[in-house]
């Protein structure tokens, strides 16, 4: 309990509003890591050596052979949209969940440069609890952002997990906030990943629907092998290897990790990043890959503070 606590206090928001990051914009934002506009370039000019440096470490992250997801399998589920700036139009960035009826959670990659500043909240949109791709002019009309703000990422790109206000709230009949798992995180816990990503790595174009695919957790001893600041599954985040092509992808990022609670999907992790365990494998999802997701027992108790949401309301029992 006091270990708990403690891990508690050091978990840190900072909230970034328009007006701060306005200076941001535009500037070294494909730089991202796991964003569907940024990871191709940087997943074929590195290997899995990177992995031993977080900060290089590539980011890659889609739904790849998966099936699709339903609007009351993932009622909370978001589509983040980004543009550089009001010359350019809004393109589909990465995957998010609706937390509370004006918060939403997704990685912290998705919203922030190269350099882990926030990108400017005017040039973000939102589509809340829609299982298709929201496109062309209907992008104009969805949910604004009013700040952003995440735990700690600037200086520890571990701490991959953000949160987004909106300018107004969302109505229950358009998306319904999701409820986190914060339990133990082990191989035998059913988990589904899920997102508007890429299927097939090396491609660009996002999902038009959303997709889903059982992976499975991997033993905290597994992926410290590939990660040299990687501790186990009981940390800020938790580890999934595939073997047989079921994997999460570029644009999956800030997508849930999900198991069920009585029935419904609830958060147990948010996608964060990947790669390839052979340093000379060109695929860098899908098979003998590793990925990591922002464990969401890890941040409940900060994210509760910060969104003004009872830790009880939040999770799930
Ligand atoms: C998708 O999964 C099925 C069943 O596991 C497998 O037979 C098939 O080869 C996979 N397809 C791809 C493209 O990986
Ligand atoms: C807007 O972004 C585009 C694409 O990155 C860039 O070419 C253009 O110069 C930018 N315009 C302004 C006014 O910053
Ligand atoms: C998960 O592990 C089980 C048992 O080892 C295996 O049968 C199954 O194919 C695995 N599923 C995926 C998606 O890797
Ligand atoms: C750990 O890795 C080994 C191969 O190195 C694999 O056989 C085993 O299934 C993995 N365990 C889990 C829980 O993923
Ligand atoms: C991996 O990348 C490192 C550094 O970029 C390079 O020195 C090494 O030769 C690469 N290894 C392979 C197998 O490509």
Redesign the pocket.
């Known amino acids: 309990m006091l270990l708990k606590y403690i891990v508690f206090l050091l978990v840190i928001f900072t909230l970034s509003n328009a007006q701060k990051d306005s200076k941001f914009s535009g500037k070294g934002k494909y730089g991202g890591r796991g964003r569907q506009k940024s990871s191709l370039q940087s997943s074929s000019s590195k290997n899995s050596s990177a992995f031993s440096n977080s900060k290089d470490r590539q980011l890659i992250n889609k739904i790849i052979n998966g099936s699709s997801g339903t609007k009351a399998q993932y009622p909370f589920i978001v589509q983040l949209f980004e543009r550089s700036n009001s010359s350019t139009p809004f393109a589909y960035s990465c995957t998010g969940s609706l937390i509370s009826n004006q918060w939403v959670l997704t990685a912290a990659h998705c919203v922030t440069d190269k350099k882990r500043n926030f990108l400017s909240p005017p040039n973000f949109r939102v589509a809340a609890g829609n299982a298709q791709l929201v496109k062309g002019s209907d992008i104009n009309s969805l949910y604004q952002v009013s700040s952003m703000g995440a735990f700690g990422y600037k200086a520890n790109p571990s701490l991959d997990l953000a949160l987004i206000k909106l300018k107004t709230t969302v109505p229950a009949s358009v998306s319904t906030p999701a409820r986190f798992y914060t339990g133990p995180v082990t ?1 035998s816990l059913p988990v589904t990943v899920a997102g508007f990503g890429v299927t097939k790595f090396g491609t660009s174009i996002p999902s038009d629907v959303l997709l889903q695919t059982r992976v ?4 905290s ?2 992926c410290s092998i590939f990660n040299n600041d990687w501790k186990s599954n009981t940390g800020p985040q938790v580890c ?2 595939s ?1 047989n092509g079921h994997d999460s992808c570029q644009g999956d990022s800030g997508g849930p990790l999900v198991t069920t609670v009585g029935g419904q999907n609830v958060i147990v992790g948010i996608t964060n990043d990947g790669g390839n365990k052979d340093p000379r494998a060109t695929n860098g999802c899908g098979y003998n890959v590793i990925a990591y997701y922002a464990r969401l027992g890890y941040y409940a108790s900060g994210i509760s503070k910060v969104i003004g949401v009872p830790l009880s309301t939040l999770v799930a029992t």
């Open positions: 191989p499975n957790i991997s033993q001893s597994n999934q290897e073997y």
